[in-house]
């Protein structure tokens, strides 16, 4: 089986890529990076999921609570019941996609991977740049002039964001059929102190209303 | 004074770019990355270096030994009295250019810095692709699609790469005449138990012939 390398946080979204990266042929190599999350919640959702989907994870540990900026690693409140859309959100974190597919791709060369999963949206995103075609575009043309591998002519880079397009309602009713065990997923950016999602982030939102309309049960507990 | 982030080792080059981003009017923030070096020298100088030329450094952790694949981060042994040139080396670092660059674009974005510099060099480089004009360039297109601050025109960012096609004497006569103080400053890839270099590896080797090519006393102690 042909490698990939899947960037995982054990939510919805990422959950569903990590099904679709299997489905397209490849062995999956999750990845998740501790960079900083405001709990831990996301990182364990992550190990249960990739055992439940019986996928072997590496975890990287980041401090981007060195460079702040965001809600997702700063001490700044996350908003609850804000208008999504129109500005980017203070939970946007500077270039975060850009370093977490910087490391995807480092461990794509040292598997001898040349695909990369990225389970960014265009459509239901709640306002960030780097979840954007331009932006996916632009690192696979860096992937390709950055490493050993690309110049030695031993890896052609692929950079696959296959949930580009689809709305959330489409994300979940995709990941249902491929089995994704949603009800260990967890996207909260502020869950309670029993990790129970808030139900009024962004995250939280775009995620309730994704279930219903795609027909599906949500399984969250909700705080 | 218009500021810019300057990706910093505390080695003979990030020391000079430093000094050079300086010379040509930015106030420098220093950027390190303690990414699971073999030793902590390097990060030793780089707070002594950054210290002496005055300049704020900002360290952040990452541990790249969970990927592993280079002699810098997992337990291979750096070669010594090997031919520099050719094919690429045991040292280089799986995309590790990629994510500092990435790490350095998002604190130039929270500080408000549209300015990078990188001490790359491919003249007397050791062969690593991520050292090429090529790199470079494709970073910087990256960064203009990545950032909240570029999609909403409020930076167009520059990767300033000022040693890109100038040897190591050339590199060394400049910081000279810019007063860098490369008595504090450490290039060795394995250092004995006192920090002193070897003079054996490849880095060892490219600065020890860079200062008697570019007729500076070397005030590096070699073990």
Redesign the interface.
Known sequence: MTPAVVLFSGGVDSSTCLAIARQEGFAPHALAVRYGQRHAHELGAAERVAAAMGVPL???????R????SALTAELPVPKDAPIGGS?PVT????????LL??A???A??LGAQDLYIGVNAIDYSG???C?P??VQ??E???N????A???GRARYRVHAPLLTLSKAEIIRRGAQLGVPYALTHSCYDPDSFGRACGRCDSCRLRRQGFAEAGVPDPTPYA
């Open positions: 590496k975890v990287i540990g980041l401090d981007l060195a460079i702040g900026g980017i946007y974190v500077p270039a975060r996609n850009t370093v910087g490391l791709l480092g461990y060369e040292t960030y740049p780097d954007r331009a932006f632009a690192f043309a860096l992937a002039v950055a490493t050993a690309a110049i030695e």
